[in-house]
Structure formats: structure tokens, C-alpha cells
């Protein structure tokens, strides 16, 4: 049995480890990003092809909330992905009134690109700089970060 003492200490150092990791996949966050290439695509048009990709199409309301955002912005947001071409209306069959965004063909494979460019990086990067035995470690380590996501 641990005394209060010792609880504190372990407290104490997973207060400064969640500190260290959140500081890290910030890090981690922005070099992929980087390595994207989105060039003129802000990250919250970013954000909106994303999860069109992720979760198929969407009306403008839907994606405002989803994404945390004011609908007068995402309209906005929608204009200029669909002025890139990136984005393209057709109506809602299930309310006509609504048009339901969809992913263009283009925009899929820019958004493949994109995600092969930072794949590609990464694994570089892990083989570049990592042991043998220290890429078995970071294959143990994002076990265990998918269960601290999940």
C-alpha cells in the first residue's frame, strides 16, 4: 500500500507528463501540418474537408455545428471551397430546400496527397532518427495513446 506521500509524488509526475505530451502532439500537430502543403487552404477550410471526407455529405448547418462554428462563417467557409472547386452542392433529397455538400473528385485526391506527404514524412522521420528497438517502443507507446483517445 502506497503512502499519501508516494501518491502525491506519482500525482505530481503525471500532472508533468500530460503536460509534456500535450505540449508534444502540439508539436507534432503543427510539423504535419507543415509537411501537408495545404498552401492556400486555411485550416479551418481544412477542418471542413476533413470531416466531409470523414463523415460523406453534409449541409452548411450540419458542418457549422459539427465544426463549432457560427453558420454566417461557415457560409463563408462554403463559398470559398466551392469557388476552389473543392466542395460541390446538390439538393438534400430528404429537405430540398437544403443543399447537401459533397467532396469533388479533385478535392479527394489532393486531400490522398496531402495525407501520403505527411505519412510519407513520418515514417522518414521514425526510420531517420529511431532504433530498431526504439520504433518497437513508439509501437508500444501509440497503443497506448489510442487508448487514452478512446
Same mark, same amino acid.
Given at each position: 500500500?502506497?503512502?499519501?506521500?508516494?501518491?502525491?509524488?506519482?500525482?505530481?509526475?503525471?500532472?508533468?507528463? /500530460?503536460?509534456?505530451?500535450?505540449?508534444?502532439?502540439?508539436?507534432?500537430?503543427?510539423?504535419?501540418?507543415?509537411?501537408?502543403?495545404?498552401?492556400?487552404?486555411?485550416?479551418?477550410?481544412?477542418?471542413?474537408?476533413?470531416?466531409?471526407?470523414?463523415?460523406?455529405?453534409?449541409?452548411?448547418?450540419?458542418?457549422?455545428?459539427?465544426?463549432?462554428?457560427?453558420?454566417?462563417?461557415?457560409?463563408?467557409?462554403?463559398?470559398?471551397?466551392?469557388?476552389?472547386?473543392?466542395?460541390?452542392?446538390?439538393? *438534400?433529397?430528404?429537405?430540398?430546400?437544403?443543399?447537401?455538400?459533397?467532396?469533388? *473528385?479533385?478535392?479527394?485526391?489532393?486531400?490522398?496527397?496531402?495525407?501520403? /506527404?505527411?505519412?510519407?514524412?513520418?515514417?522518414?522521420?521514425?526510420?531517420?532518427?529511431?532504433?530498431?528497438?526504439?520504433?518497437?517502443?513508439?509501437?508500444? /507507446?501509440?497503443?497506448?495513446?489510442?487508448?487514452? /483517445?478512446?
Amino acid at each position: 500500500m502506497s503512502t499519501p506521500q508516494e501518491e502525491c509524488e506519482d500525482h505530481e509526475q503525471v500532472l508533468q507528463l /500530460a503536460g509534456e505530451l500535450r505540449i508534444l502532439v502540439g508539436k507534432l500537430r503543427r510539423r504535419l501540418r507543415e509537411e501537408a502543403h495545404l498552401g492556400d487552404v486555411s485550416m479551418s477550410q481544412a477542418s471542413v474537408l476533413s470531416r466531409l471526407e470523414r463523415d460523406g455529405p453534409a449541409t452548411a448547418s450540419s458542418l457549422a455545428r459539427a465544426e463549432g462554428m457560427r453558420p454566417q462563417s461557415m457560409a463563408a467557409t462554403v463559398q470559398t471551397l466551392t469557388e476552389a472547386r473543392m466542395v460541390t452542392g446538390s439538393p *438534400d433529397p430528404a429537405d430540398g430546400r437544403q443543399t447537401l455538400l459533397t467532396l469533388t *473528385d479533385s478535392c479527394r485526391a489532393w486531400i490522398a496527397a496531402s495525407r501520403a /506527404a505527411r505519412e510519407d514524412w513520418l515514417a522518414r522521420t521514425i526510420e531517420t532518427r529511431l532504433t530498431p528497438d526504439e520504433v518497437t517502443e513508439l509501437n508500444h /507507446a501509440v497503443a497506448l495513446l489510442k487508448r487514452l /483517445a478512446e
